[in-house]
Nanobody, 118 residues
Framework: QVQLVESGGGLVQPGGSLRLSCAAS????????MGWYRQAPRKQRELVAF???????NYAGSVKGRFTISRDNAKSALYLQMNSLKSDDTAVYYC????????????WGQGTQVTVSS
C-alpha cells in the first residue's frame, strides 16, 4: 500500500534552515507531480510547493525565494530545503502526490513538525 513518511522537522530559530525529506512507496513515484503541504494550528492545510515528474517547480508566494523543492526519482524521495525560516512557517509539513490546491492523492502520512521560535 501507499506509504508517505516525512522526516527532518524540528525546532529552529527565526532565520534558520531545515531540510525535510519524504520517503514514498507503493506507487510509481516518478510518474507523479509531488507536493509539500503544511497545516498550522487552527488553519486549513495549504500547498507549499510542488514539483512535476520532469522537475518543473511551483511555490506558494509566502515561501518563494526561501524554500526549494526537489526530488530523487531513483530513491522515490522528495525534499524541501527551507531557509530564512519565519514564525509563520510553524506547522506540520506533509508530502503527497499533488492533485490541485491543498488536495493530495493519497492518505496523509503523520507529517513532520516544524517549529520556528526563539
Amino acid at each position: 500500500q501507499v506509504q508517505l513518511v516525512e522526516s527532518g522537522g524540528g525546532l529552529v530559530q527565526p532565520g534558520g534552515s531545515l531540510r525535510l525529506s519524504c520517503a514514498a512507496s507503493g506507487f510509481i513515484f516518478s510518474s507523479y507531480t509531488m507536493g509539500w503541504y503544511r497545516q498550522a494550528p487552527r488553519k486549513q492545510r495549504e500547498l507549499v510547493a510542488f514539483i512535476t515528474n520532469n522537475g518543473i517547480t511551483n511555490y506558494a508566494g509566502s515561501v518563494k525565494g526561501r524554500f526549494t523543492i526537489s526530488r530523487d526519482n531513483a530513491k522515490s524521495a522528495l525534499y524541501l530545503q527551507m531557509n530564512s525560516l519565519k514564525s509563520d512557517d510553524t506547522a506540520v509539513y506533509y508530502c503527497n502526490a499533488h492533485i490541485s490546491g491543498p488536495l493530495g492523492l493519497y492518505s496523509w502520512g503523520q507529517g513532520t513538525q516544524v517549529t520556528v521560535s526563539s
